[in-house]
């Protein structure tokens, strides 16, 4: 407030006689102040004085001061429940179609074999076409516990719960199964509505591909009805007439075929 103050009368006197002032003003700052400090420090250098630091500006604080902040504490890794943000959602589901759900019954007196390797005398499919050839049951399944799945993060997956299963490998996909991208709702889509399907419903984890399909026939219309009768094709075409004349070779144009 004071410089402002002080300020006023200059400027009401009027910025022309102010400008060459402090032009004259600068010209002597630099003689009277600069100069001087200059060769008084190439004097210093010459006596082999080190110069004198340049004054920090108040708060500054040399680049080579700043470091990384503290790494966080280790803790143990969390295990996967979704994308953060995404709506409230039902899975439908799964263990009910799964016919040979408990696997306990047969694995709890069969011996564990950790090989990968053709399943001859398994109630199972042989082949494990997904991941060609990269996969094997044990990286789904619980070996210990065959009524369980797992991911690399959780010891424990339910079957209910298998698209958690999927999300460790496809996690992209995932994140557009859980915002309403991919896969199907059964339901609504508003939160405590929004019913979806599990992956497993429309994909086979064993051999996920789906394969292509021939797209079914039309339904018929105008079933009952006669057909359309056939209108030959104007000639000569409306594009045609509008340009003047036509090869005379073309005979009538329908409009005419169709008077009688
Ligand atoms: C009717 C009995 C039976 C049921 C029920 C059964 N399995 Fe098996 N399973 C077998 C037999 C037998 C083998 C060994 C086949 C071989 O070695 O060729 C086998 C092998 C396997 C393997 C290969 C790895 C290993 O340990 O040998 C996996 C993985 C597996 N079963 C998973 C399951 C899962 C998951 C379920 C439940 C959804 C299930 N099984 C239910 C009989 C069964
Ligand atoms: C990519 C992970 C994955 C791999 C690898 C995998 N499974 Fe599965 N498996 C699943 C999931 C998920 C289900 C649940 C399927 C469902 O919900 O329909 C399942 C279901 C099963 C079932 C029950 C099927 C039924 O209809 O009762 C059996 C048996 C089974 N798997 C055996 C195997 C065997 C044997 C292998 C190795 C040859 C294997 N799985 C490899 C994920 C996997
Ligand atoms: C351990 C990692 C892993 C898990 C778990 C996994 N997948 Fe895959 N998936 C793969 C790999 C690897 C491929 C092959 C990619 C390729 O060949 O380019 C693949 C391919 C696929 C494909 C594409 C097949 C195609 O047509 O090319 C589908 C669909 C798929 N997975 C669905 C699933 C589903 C559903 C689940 C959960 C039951 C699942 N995956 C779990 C690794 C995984
Ligand atoms: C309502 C059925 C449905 C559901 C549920 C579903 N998918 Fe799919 N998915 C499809 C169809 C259809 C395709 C396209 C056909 C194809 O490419 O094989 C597809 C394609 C894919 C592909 C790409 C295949 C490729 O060739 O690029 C992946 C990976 C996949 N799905 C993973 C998943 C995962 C993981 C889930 C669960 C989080 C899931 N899907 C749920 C129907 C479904």
């Not at 400027?11 to 102040?33: E, F, Q, S």
């Not at 890794?77 to 953060?84: M, V």
């Not at 086979?204 to 209108?231: C, E, F, Q, W, Y």
Request: overall charge positive; proline content about 15%; glycine content about 6%.
């Amino acid at each position: 407030m004071e410089l402002l103050r002080s300020r006023r009368p200059a400027r009401a006197a009027g910025p022309v006689p102010a400008l060459p002032a402090l032009c004259a003003g600068l010209a002597l700052l630099v003689v009277l102040v600069v100069a001087p400090a200059a060769l008084q420090a190439q004097a210093a250098e010459a006596a082999g004085a080190p110069a004198a630091p340049a004054p920090a500006a108040p708060g500054h604080k040399p680049l080579r001061e700043y470091r990384d902040p503290a790494p966080p504490v280790p803790t143990d890794p969390q295990a996967y429940r979704g994308d953060p943000g995404t709506p409230a959602l039902a899975v439908v589901p799964r263990k009910q179609h799964l016919a040979l759900y408990p696997c306990s019954q047969c694995h709890k007196v069969l011996p564990l074999n950790t090989t990968p390797r053709k399943l001859v005398a398994a109630p199972h499919a042989a082949a494990l076409p997904h991941g060609q050839g990269r996969m094997w049951c044990l990286d789904c399944h619980v070996g210990t516990d065959r009524d369980w799945l797992h991911t690399l993060r959780d010891p424990k997956v339910d079957f209910d719960d298998a698209h958690l299963v999927c999300a460790s490998c496809h996690s992209a996909r995932h994140r557009d199964w859980s915002f309403g991208a991919h896969g199907k709702r059964v339901a609504g889509w508003q939160p405590g509505e929004r019913e979806v399907y599990s992956c497993t419903h429309c994909h086979d984890p064993h051999n996920p591909t789906i394969a292509p399909r021939k797209p079914s026939k039309p339904p018929p219309l105008r079933a009952g009805l006669d057909p359309m009768p056939t209108v030959p094709h104007a000639v000569p075409r409306p594009w045609q007439r509008a340009q003047g004349g036509h090869p005379a070779s073309q005979g009538p144009s329908h409009v005419q075929a169709q008077q009688p």
